[in-house]
């Protein structure tokens, strides 16, 4: 064989051994970004859609969705769990509730219960 045509059977070799790498080269260059909390929310309910036409009800915890559902239970970017009701398949955000608290709506605290006389499950309708 000639020179030219092992430098074509080289880059033909480099060319094949380095297809497989392109997806984590580009995760590499430009990494995903971080679901958001809404993102989040949109994949447990999506899940428990899922699970309420295989079942006819919601799930009983979050917990029940993994594996078949979500590969694990998202939690909140401040690393706390969502609220879930398993009645009605709500699924809420807690800064969110928080933050209701300070612009002077209701909130979901002890401190809450003491003053509006609503326990925690009263208000998110548990």
């Given at each position: 064989m000639?020179?030219?045509t092992i ?39 999506q ?5 309420k ?52 709506g ?18 998110l309708?548990?």
């Open positions: 000639d020179k030219k430098s074509i059977i080289v880059g033909i070799l480099i060319v094949v051994l380095c297809v497989p790498l392109l997806p984590k080269l580009k995760e590499i260059i430009d990494p995903p970004r971080p679901l958001t909390d809404d993102e989040r929310i949109a994949q447990i309910r899940a428990l859609d899922e699970y036409t295989t079942n006819g009800r919601f799930p009983t915890t979050l917990d029940v969705l993994v594996p078949t559902h979500l590969a694990s239970v998202p939690q909140n970017k401040a690393g706390q769990n969502f609220n879930y009701n398993a009645r009605t398949g709500a699924v809420i955000n807690p800064t969110q509730a928080a933050s209701s608290r300070n612009r002077g209701v909130g979901v605290t002890p401190m809450t219960d003491a003053m509006t006389g609503l326990s925690v499950s009263e208000e309708n548990f």
